[in-house]
């Protein structure tokens, strides 16, 4: 059985920066998709970012675009999600996701993490 678990959130002042990582067990995701979604309070879940497999494209929200960067490190099964420049309204809990496909501008994953929450003050 797949699992990914997310680490690396926590609390930041606007501006700061936080480094989250998502480490897959239970199978490799080398030759699937990759990426991040958060959910805002109150807020329906949006996607942040995917990255195809192995040296693929990646693609962001607009809301993100030049200041967060995924990356993956296959040999660790492992993806990260570097937020830079951070803002308030980043704030909410945030969600790995593997398998599936992208198209169009849209995500949809096959497995998810549980979470890890991001909070950002103003």
């Not at 958060?38 to 942040?48: C, L, M, N, T």
């Not at 309204?89 to 398998?99: I, K, L, N, P």
């Amino acid at each position: 059985q797949a699992q990914l678990v997310e680490s690396g959130g926590g609390l930041v002042q606007a501006g700061g920066s936080l480094r989250l990582s998502c480490a897959a067990s239970g199978r490799t995701f080398s030759s699937d998709a990759m990426g991040w979604f958060r959910q805002a309070p109150g807020k329906e879940r949006e996607f942040v970012a995917v990255k195809g497999k192995s040296a693929g494209r990646a693609y962001y929200a607009d809301s993100v675009k030049g200041r967060f960067t995924i990356s993956r490190d296959d040999a660790k099964n492992t993806m990260y999600l570097q937020m830079n420049s951070l803002k308030p309204e980043d704030t909410g809990v945030y969600y790995c996701a593997a398998g599936g496909y992208y198209s169009g501008g849209t995500y949809s994953a096959n497995y998810w993490g549980q979470g890890t929450q991001v909070t950002v003050s103003s």
